[in-house]
C-alpha cells in the first residue's frame, strides 16, 4: 500500500529535508502551522516508515578537549558529519508497507494497533494479535510512561 501524504506532509518533508535540525517549532513557523501538528504530522511520518531514524543530535562543541584526547580524530570528524539526524525512506512512498511483525507486504488496507503516540501497521489481523501478544509487556510500559509524561 502506498504511503498517502497529503501537502501538510509534504510541507514538512521539504522543510526537514533542508535542514534535519530543525524544530517542530521553527517548521510550525516557517509553514504557519500549530507545533503540535507538526509533531504529530512528524510522529505519523515516523510511523508508517518514511522517516526511518532519527539520530541522537551530538554537539561536538560540547566535548572538553580533555574528553576528546580520548576519542579518536576520525570519531570526532564522523560526529560532525552527522548533523541531519533524520533519513528518509523515499522507497516508502512508492512502494508498499511493511508489516510490523511478519516483515510482508501489506497490500491491503493496513490493520493498525495503536497504544500512547504510536501506530503499528500489520497485513493481517493475526499479525496484529500476535504482535500484542509478543510485545504486551512493552506496549503496557509505554503507554504508561506516555499517560505519566502527559500528567507533568
Ligand atoms: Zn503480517
Known amino acids: 500500500m502506498p504511503v498517502e501524504l497529503d501537502d501538510t506532509d509534504i510541507a514538512i518533508l521539504k522543510s526537514l529535508m533542508e535542514d534535519g535540525r530543525k524544530s517542530f517549532r521553527t517548521i510550525s513557523r516557517e509553514l504557519k502551522i500549530s507545533t503540535p501538528t507538526i509533531k504529530a504530522r512528524y510522529d505519523r511520518l515516523v510511523n508508517i516508515g518514511l ?3 532519527i539520530r541522537p543530535e551530538i554537539d561536538v562543541t560540547m566535548i572538553s578537549n580533555s574528553n576528546k584526547k580520548s576519542l ?28 510490523d511483525f511478519c516483515k510482508g507486504p501489506i497490500n491491503d488496507k493496513p490493520k493498525v494497533l495503536k497504544f500512547a503516540n504510536i501506530e503499528r501497521f500489520f497485513c493481517c489481523i493475526s499479525c496484529r494479535s500476535d504482535y500484542k501478544e509478543k510485545y504486551g509487556g512493552r506496549i503496557q510500559s509505554i503507554i504508561e510512561k506516555h499517560r505519566e509524561n502527559k500528567k507533568n
Open 51 to 53: 522517516i526511518k531514524s
Open 72 to 99: 579518536s580524530d576520525d570519531l570526532i570528524e564522523s560526529l560532525k558529519v552527522k548533523k541531519k539526524h533524520f533519513h528518509l525512506n523515499i522507497d516508502n512512498l512508492k512502494v508498499k508497507m511493511q508489516c
